[in-house]
């Protein structure tokens, strides 16, 4: 979690934009989110089996007056597309913060062609896509783009790139 | 493999929703997974206060408990099939953990894909999804069959201690026609916050 200190800026955004439900899949990169995210009695922390199911989360809340924010891998998305029909016709606010894998000195070959695919994938299904390259700007970044989520009922995603989070180191250099 | 539309002990699908709807309360919030239960729903009383999922299959449980939390002082109920329930399989654990004390979800378990031709689901070849629920430690998890079950399912709705629970109720698929409620996802997610009182962003 060394290195996250933007989290605590983003999670008192989330706070501000009255975040009450916070859907995730565990995540390196989001990992300071998402344990701030639990300590904080004031918020529903929501482990999910698979980021598809924070789309009906995040529907349902708006649907009852409240909000959510879905915290995933890129790879996660790839799971969400078929469900975003869900927010896209409904015209449901969707505030989804995506860490990516697969860009920047990844050590993993199997996280590449998810993460090619993230953006125009989010963009085919008419997600808006913002994409944060430095931590100084992620938590301005998530604030607008809850803004425009919540107030003007739009699907929005902002990807945290992977040369910000810092690619994950498996083993030393080949 | 048997036909599970002639398996006995199978309840009229309608009559069986027919039934749990009239328990509703005033409170009560539906949501309706895509297909014979948004059907069904729409049939027996269409409600502003219904719904109506048309696709995303798998998505029912979820937004249910979305809404659950969402609005702690009323409760939800979840109305789905059982394809749609076994495509969303992991909702139950997610929901099994935050334990809402305001959701109960209902499959209408007809062992079949009604939709697509009556293809016998997972359901119709072994898999019980009310143990599933209850390995997921869902502490109310009922397979419920025929009418007395039924009636005595029913009944305990109205107790604090019934919720939250899922139930998996065997029917049968009789040849209704079709009730199709609007399909229009705005105007089924504003017709639905207006009633609740919220303004639609």
Known sequence: ???????????????????????????????????????????????????????????????????????MQSS????????????????????????????????????????????????????????????EEVAAMVEAAGRLAFSSRAQVAVLLSQRLLGAKVFVAEE | MADPQRIEGRLSRRRAVARLLAARARDWLVVTGLGTATYDAAAIADDPLNFYIWGAMGSAAMTGLGLALAQPARRVLVLTGDGE?????????????????????????????????????????????????RGCGWRNAARVSGEEALESFVERLGAVESWPFFAAIAVRDDGEERTL?????????????????????
């Not at chain 1, 529903?44 to 959510?68: D, F, K, M, Q, S």
């Not at chain 1, 050590?107 to 430095?134: D, K, Y």
């Not at chain 2, 979800?105 to 072994?126: C, F, K, M, P, W």
Request: aromatic share 4%.
């Open chain 2, 85 to 133: 329930a076994l495509m969303g399989l992991g909702a139950l654990a997610t929901i099994a953990v935050q334990n809402p004390p305001n959701l109960g979800i209902v499959v209408l378990d007809n062992g079949a894909y009604g939709e697509t031709g009556g293809q016998a689901s997972h359901t119709a070849r072994g898999v019980d999804l009310a143990a599933v629920a």
């Open chain 1, 1 to 71: 979690m060394a290195g996250q200190a933007w989290a605590d800026e983003v999670f008192e955004t989330l706070k501000r934009l009255r975040i009450s439900q916070v859907g995730y899949v565990p995540d390196a990169g989001q990992a300071r989110l998402i344990a701030r995210a639990e300590a904080d009695p004031a918020l529903r922390a929501i482990p999910l089996t698979t980021e598809e199911e924070g789309v009906g989360l995040a529907t349902g809340a708006w649907l009852g007056g409240a909000r959510a924010v879905l915290l």
């Open chain 2, 181 to 201: 409620p609007p399909r229009e996802g705005v105007f089924l997610a504003d017709r639905f916050r207006s009633a609740l009182g919220l303004p639609p962003s």
């Open chain 1, 76 to 135: 996660g998305v790839g799971n969400c597309i078929n469900m975003l029909t869900l927010a896209a016709n409904c015209r449901a606010p969707l505030l989804m913060l995506v860490s990516m894998r697969g860009e920047w000195g990844e050590f993993n070959p199997w996280q590449v062609p998810m993460a090619q695919a993230t953006e125009r994938v989010l963009r085919a299904m008419s997600v808006i896509v913002h994409r944060a390259e430095r931590a």
